[in-house]
């Protein structure tokens, strides 16, 4: 058979569903291949934004996502949603074409080292220099993918290849099985256990990449020990249980924070180095339990005393069989931090000012949202009011990027997201500075008939950085825009555009959009002027003030 038929059937035979891109002449064979195969090609308007779904493609099943592009400045779209599903633990294969490696009659036109440009960005980058090798390389791209720690592996297939006659099959995916902790970690974090007085739980983004949630859910119930989530550990526990001890938005001085200085032990539940830390370790302070896939990597502010390497879920499993709720464990402190963080979090949520400010928008999305309703958040100060004030209520419902945390991979996330799960609802919550990013996929989005809400959160600025800028005194410079008009902008795709005029019309509009179906904008003014007053002074100071 043809090389590129070979490729495709290797790609089926890893279960691929959907292949994001934008082809080049370089991909033709590859995509006439794809024509008369199982596998469906979502054709996007950028090559950023496909690589941006199939990363979360990969985040919300475990199964690498696939996006496809050609050489040269295709490739170098690609760049930073590669980086984002690297950095991000979320299983992709990314292909791209090639000029003949035989002969190249053009020279070096569009010719660059595509394969050293992955290499730093990739676990597994590898050029296709005979047909034959096809069914080696899929295999090894999509194992690599897979594998704890997940990301990004990257293909190479010039036009020559792809051409070839080739006499070879698909490699069948092995069974395998994730290794459990060995028993002597898991009775020495027992004994850490049944000797601390204030344990707690902080639970990261390893723990949303499996299916760690009943057993977690079922450690807490048993025991009583509170939680903390990171950004991209929310809704691993349903963030409505009484002893979810906030978000650890911010670095430090929130409420979860007063939680964690006193916790003499902290059972950190799917850790990754690529958050930024929701606590710094200090030496002769509380003790840390790494409980993860992999070992930990230590730095400066993270140096765990004991691991469990392993299944997250066996590992918890472990404790919750060995463990029985101790007497002396107090956590009378800990529940009145989280009485005073829900008093916080209500405050602002029924403010009737307009534009709307970030609190009461953030509980109007919630009242919207089924427990099983996905909200994909681009990158912004929302963000951050989002990940504090949201209760997540099921894994992956809240898809955030604490990461790369890039600008632009709001709208295509939730489009994959949509794809993944189409009887659930999604809805893009989008900066204006964001969603210009990447605007041009609700093109996309109106041809696959997604039913999408969009929000625009617009305050015609880069409000993520003016926060940042005011914060450090610095003059208010050089971060103002001006937006189009996004009612007509929605229109012009055949989208349909709203511009909200008050603030109680929000949650009926919305509400009124998911019952249509079909894709939706709808320009939201949002108010961020407080945003140092409430976040770098106000709650600090609250926080600090509660007595133990």
């Given at each position: 058979?043809?090389?590129?038929?070979l490729?495709?059937?290797?790609?089926?035979?890893?279960?691929?569903?959907?292949?994001?891109g934008?082809?080049?002449?370089?991909?033709l064979?590859?995509?006439?291949?794809?024509?008369?195969?199982?596998i469906?090609?979502?054709?996007?308007r950028h090559?950023q934004?496909?690589?941006?779904?199939?990363?979360?493609?990969?985040?919300?099943?475990?199964?690498?996502?696939?996006?496809?592009?050609?050489?040269g400045?295709?490739?170098?779209n690609?760049?930073?949603?590669?980086?984002?599903?690297?950095?991000g633990?979320?299983?992709?294969?990314?292909?791209?074409?090639?000029k003949?490696?035989?002969?190249?009659?053009?020279g070096?036109?569009q010719?660059?080292?595509v394969?050293?440009?992955?290499?730093?960005i990739?676990?597994?980058?590898q050029?296709?220099i005979?047909?034959?090798t096809?069914?080696?390389?899929?295999?090894?791209?999509f194992?690599?993918a897979?594998?704890?720690?997940?990301?990004?592996?990257?293909?190479?297939?010039s036009?020559?290849?792809?051409?070839e006659e080739?006499d070879?099959?698909?490699?069948?995916?092995?069974?395998?099985?994730?290794p459990i902790?060995?028993?002597?970690?898991?009775?020495?974090?027992?004994k850490?256990?049944?000797?601390?007085?204030?344990?707690?739980?902080v639970?990261?983004?390893?723990?949303?990449r499996?299916?760690?949630a009943?057993?977690?859910?079922?450690?807490?119930?048993?025991?009583?020990?509170?939680?903390?989530?990171t950004?991209?550990g929310?809704g691993?526990?349903?963030?409505?249980?009484?002893?979810?001890?906030?978000?650890?938005?911010?670095?430090?001085?929130?409420y979860?924070?007063?939680?964690?200085e006193?916790?003499?032990?902290?059972?950190?539940?799917?850790?990754d180095?690529v958050?930024?830390p929701?606590?710094?370790m200090?030496?002769d302070?509380?003790?840390?339990?790494?409980?993860?896939?992999?070992?930990?990597?230590?730095?400066?502010?993270?140096?765990?005393?004991?691991?469990?390497i392993?299944d997250?879920?066996?590992?918890?499993?472990q404790?919750?069989?060995g463990?029985e709720?101790?007497s002396h464990?107090?956590f009378e402190?800990?529940?009145?931090?989280?009485?005073?963080?829900?008093?916080h979090?209500?405050e602002?949520?029924h403010?009737?000012?307009f534009p709307?400010l970030?609190?009461?928008?953030?509980?109007e999305?919630?009242?919207?949202?089924p427990?099983?309703?996905?909200?994909?958040?681009?990158?912004g100060i929302?963000?951050?009011?989002?990940?504090?004030?949201?209760?997540a209520?099921?894994p992956?419902?809240?898809?955030?990027?604490?990461?790369?945390?890039?600008?632009?991979a709001g709208?295509?996330?939730?489009?994959?997201?949509?794809?993944?799960?189409p009887?659930?609802?999604?809805v893009?919550?989008?900066?204006?500075?964001g969603f210009?990013?990447n605007?041009q996929?609700?093109?996309t989005?109106?041809?696959m008939?997604?039913?999408?809400?969009?929000l625009?959160l617009?305050?015609?600025?880069?409000?993520?950085?003016k926060?940042k800028?005011?914060?450090?005194?610095?003059?208010?410079?050089g971060?103002?825009?001006?937006?189009?008009?996004f009612?007509?902008?929605?229109?012009?795709?055949?989208?349909?555009?709203?511009r909200?005029?008050?603030?109680?019309?929000?949650?009926?509009?919305?509400?009124?959009?998911?019952?249509k179906g079909?894709?939706?904008i709808i320009?939201?003014?949002?108010?961020?002027?407080?945003?140092?007053e409430?976040?770098?002074?106000?709650?600090?100071?609250?926080?600090?003030?509660?007595?133990?």
């Open positions: 058979m043809k090389a590129a038929d490729m495709v059937k290797a790609l089926e035979n890893e279960g691929v569903q959907y292949v994001f934008i082809p080049g002449e370089e991909n064979d590859l995509l006439e291949s794809l024509s008369n195969s199982s469906e090609l979502v054709l996007t090559e934004a496909a690589g941006f779904m199939a990363a979360t493609y990969g985040r919300l099943t475990g199964k690498p996502g696939v996006c496809l592009s050609t050489l400045p295709g490739a170098t690609l760049v930073t949603s590669v980086a984002y599903a690297q950095l633990a979320m299983p992709m294969v990314v292909i791209t074409g090639q003949p490696i035989k002969d190249r009659p053009q070096q036109f010719i660059i080292d394969i050293d440009m992955m290499t730093p990739t676990k597994y980058t050029p296709i005979s047909a034959k096809i069914p080696s390389h899929v295999r090894e791209a194992r690599r897979e594998d704890e720690r997940p990301g990004a592996a990257h293909l190479e297939l036009d020559d290849i792809a051409a080739v070879a099959t698909p490699i069948t995916p092995s069974y395998s099985r994730r902790t060995e028993h002597k970690s898991v009775d020495y974090v027992l850490l256990l049944k000797e601390a007085k204030h344990p707690l739980i639970i990261g983004a390893a723990a949303n499996k299916i760690t009943k057993m977690l859910r079922a450690f807490v119930d048993k025991t009583g020990i509170p939680f903390i989530t950004q991209m929310k691993v526990i349903n963030e409505d249980h009484p002893r979810w001890l906030g978000n650890a938005a911010v670095s430090d001085g929130d979860p924070h007063r939680a964690i006193q916790a003499d032990l902290i059972l950190n539940v799917g850790h180095v958050e930024k929701p606590f710094m200090k030496p302070q509380r003790k840390v339990v790494h409980i993860n896939f992999q070992g930990a990597q230590v730095d400066s502010v993270y140096f765990p005393h004991a691991s469990m392993g997250i879920g066996n590992s918890i499993w404790l919750k069989e463990i709720p101790q464990w107090d402190f800990m529940l009145k931090v989280r009485e005073h963080m829900r008093d979090t209500d602002g949520a403010d009737e000012a709307m970030p609190q009461r928008l953030v509980e999305v919630r009242e919207v949202m427990d099983d309703g996905i909200i994909a958040l681009d990158n929302y963000k951050i009011w989002f990940a504090r004030n949201y209760p209520r099921q992956n419902t809240v898809l955030l990027d604490n990461a790369l945390a890039s600008m632009g709208l295509p996330s939730a489009m994959a997201a949509k794809l993944v799960h009887n659930r609802k999604v893009s919550i989008c900066g204006d500075g210009m990013m605007s996929e609700i093109e989005a109106v041809r008939n997604l039913d999408l809400v969009v625009i617009n305050d015609s600025a880069y409000g993520m950085i926060w800028q005011e914060h450090m005194g610095l003059h208010d410079f971060l103002d825009f001006k937006n189009p008009d009612i007509k902008y929605a229109e012009a795709y055949g989208a349909n555009g709203y909200l005029e008050a603030t109680e019309k929000l949650q009926p509009l919305m509400r009124d959009c998911m019952e079909g894709v939706h320009d939201v003014p949002v108010d961020y002027s407080r945003n140092v409430l976040l770098n002074e106000e709650i600090p100071k609250r926080a600090k003030a509660i007595q133990a």
